[in-house]
């Protein structure tokens, strides 16, 4: 019964979102501080992480490739495919739920802790509008450029590892990297960016926008919001590879 009122509640959030917008100007500037939080503060850790993510794949490949009837370009090929189809999307988006979704559970239970959000409705502000769909419409656009970024630089931080460690060079790699490429799988993982970008702004919001109670409850929205999200993340993933694959 809890399950169906919070997704009532969610539905009829998402829903009150759609209105005619008070003043342009002012959403727009709330839309280009959302991009900045959620892209621009995010590639620092996308960075690193799809970095070592490609070099780990590189090695560990290599590592169960021992036969020398398979040649070394199948380690790129290998490498462009998971960082393509599931490691840069997923993981990526992952780790973006635990710092983009605790930051926007946390900001909206503090505003509505702090009556911020009682006094701009008082205001004739539709708060869901203002507050909300700035930050689903930032998470769309950014988080799938920010997916873009780690399956480069997952690729080039294999082919780096790869070089470095002797495993293949780097002819042999940029060869495997054009071997039975399927475009498709862009798509797929473009897909996938666009639905966990959904899920990882439009969770934490509705979480944090019905916070109740103390500042205690702010930390705990926060939690939850990451840890349903991850969830949702992990079922849709599996979703979507066997609708579209």
């Not at 380690?75 to 462009?80: F, L, Q, S």
């Not at 701009?120 to 689903?136: F, H, Q, V, W």
């Not at 950014?142 to 082919?159: E, R, S, Y």
Request: charge should be neutral.
């Amino acid at each position: 019964m809890n399950f169906f009122t919070h997704l009532g509640r969610y539905l009829l959030m998402i829903k009150g979102m759609f209105s005619r917008p008070e003043n342009m100007k002012l959403y727009w500037k709330e839309l280009m501080h959302q991009c900045n939080e959620i892209g621009v503060r995010s590639i620092s850790i996308v960075v690193i992480i799809s970095i070592f993510l490609g070099a780990v794949t590189t090695v560990q490949t290599a590592y169960q490739l021992v036969t020398p009837l398979i040649p070394k370009a199948t380690i790129a090929i290998i490498v462009r495919d998971n960082i393509i189809l599931e490691l840069a999307p997923t993981l990526i988006c992952v780790v973006l739920a635990g710092v983009v979704g605790s930051r926007i559970a946390s900001e909206l239970g503090n505003m509505r802790i702090s009556e911020q959000i009682d006094a701009l409705e008082i205001m004739g502000i539709n708060t869901k509008t203002y507050l909300i769909l700035p930050k689903i419409i930032a998470a769309l656009i950014m988080v799938p450029c920010l997916v873009i970024v780690a399956a480069v630089l997952g690729i080039w931080g294999g082919k780096v590892a790869g070089e470095l460690s002797g495993i293949l060079p780097p002819e042999i790699f940029n060869q495997g990297l054009l071997e039975d490429f399927i475009p498709y799988n862009v798509f797929f993982a473009m897909s996938k960016s666009y639905t966990y970008a959904f899920i990882i702004s439009s969770i934490p919001a509705y979480y944090g926008y019905h916070v109740s109670g103390g500042s205690l409850e702010i930390g705990r929205a926060g939690t939850k919001s990451v840890i349903v999200s991850c969830i949702l993340i992990l079922l849709a993933d599996y979703a979507l590879a066997a609708i579209l694959l």
